[in-house]
């Protein structure tokens, strides 16, 4: 039996549906100035949507017109599996879908080479403005070619000369001088081998050196992020119980990592131990260890890349973090 063919559903279709001129409906659609209310505009484009009207973005191209396409890159795999960032390109979507926008979302390579090949080929495709989550590898070829073609971008990492972020920095900061009170100084604070970030963020510390002496190296993770992350947790906190009696806390990079070593205290019924993480991911709010975290505010980062990213003016927002001290 043959499949019938889905048919398309036309712009006179939709204005049609809505009692305005096709004109009237093309500009709303396109985001164009016009004459209606923005409850209106707001109207059209939900009954477009219910109608199941899809712009010809073949044709929007080859004719030169704008696409209102926006491509919501995140940088690896691993920052992928990232609770935060899962949530940002949920809430990005819908923020465009709103607006009358399509979304692409992509998971660059690891491959600086192999990433700026893919970014070329959206920009093929018609997307018109990017999203960056995480800094991806070759970010600086990426960089050069989107400003040398005056494509719009926003980014939440400090790499990119524009970007609205989460003020994770200050966050950890205070975390580490709260295990630090804590502790009486008696506490390691782990991070990611051969990354820059931790000296950036004791940078302005008093008392840099005690804080540096402190730091682990961990190792990064391969291919699962959070399974492997919550294992390198435990493996990290074990060791720290079998070989450092005098260490009474723990300072991770991310709450992945201080979920596993949160596990491994409780397996050991350990108790008075500090611990925090960084990113305010939902399992660890509920943990029944108490893990210390920042809590980043999602919907207002969502709401300023969502309206940045249609400009081209300098922004550099840093969000405040909610700190959880337990």
């Not at 990079?253 to 949160?262: F, Q, V």
């Not at 305010?280 to 207002?300: C, H, M, N, W």
Request: hydrophobic residues 40%.
């Amino acid at each position: 039996m043959a499949i019938q063919k889905k048919r398309k559903i036309t712009l006179k279709e939709v204005a049609a549906a809505v009692k305005l001129a096709v004109p009237t409906v093309s500009q709303i659609l396109n985001g164009k100035k016009n004459f209606c209310s923005e409850a209106q505009c707001q109207r059209v484009r939900q009954v477009a949507q219910d109608l199941g009207y899809v712009t010809n973005i073949g044709y929007r191209i080859m004719t030169g017109m704008e696409t209102h396409t926006v491509g919501i890159m995140v940088s690896s795999p691993e920052q992928m599996q990232e609770e935060h960032n899962r949530s940002l390109i949920l809430d990005l979507s819908q923020k465009f879908s709103d607006r009358g926008c399509a979304a692409f979302n992509h998971t660059l390579s690891s491959n600086g080479q192999q990433a700026f090949r893919e970014i070329q080929e959206y920009i093929g495709r018609g997307v018109e403005r990017f999203i960056f989550l995480g800094t991806p590898f070759g970010y600086e070829q990426i960089l050069a070619m989107l400003e040398k073609q005056g494509i719009p971008y926003i980014a939440n990492g400090r790499n990119f000369p524009r970007y609205v972020l989460a003020d994770s920095t200050a966050g950890r900061v205070a975390l580490l001088k709260y295990l630090d009170r804590k502790t009486d100084g008696h506490f390691l604070a782990f991070w990611w081998k051969d990354s820059e970030l931790f000296d950036l963020q004791i940078a302005g510390m008093r008392n840099r050196r005690h804080f540096a002496e402190r730091r682990a190296e961990l190792r990064p993770c391969q291919s699962d992020y959070n399974t492997e992350a919550f294992k390198i947790g435990y493996e990290v906190m074990a060791g720290i119980l079998d070989g450092h009696p005098d260490i009474r806390g723990a300072a991770f990079p991310n709450d992945a990592y201080a979920l596993g070593a949160a596990r491994c205290l409780i397996d050991r019924k350990v108790s008075g131990f500090h611990l925090s993480g960084c990113n305010g991911d939902r399992e660890l709010l509920r943990y029944p260890y108490p893990v210390s975290t920042a809590i980043f505010d999602l919907k207002r980062i969502s709401v300023l890349m969502a309206e940045r990213v249609f400009d081209s003016d300098e922004c550099q927002i840093a969000v405040p973090t909610k700190l959880v001290l337990v």
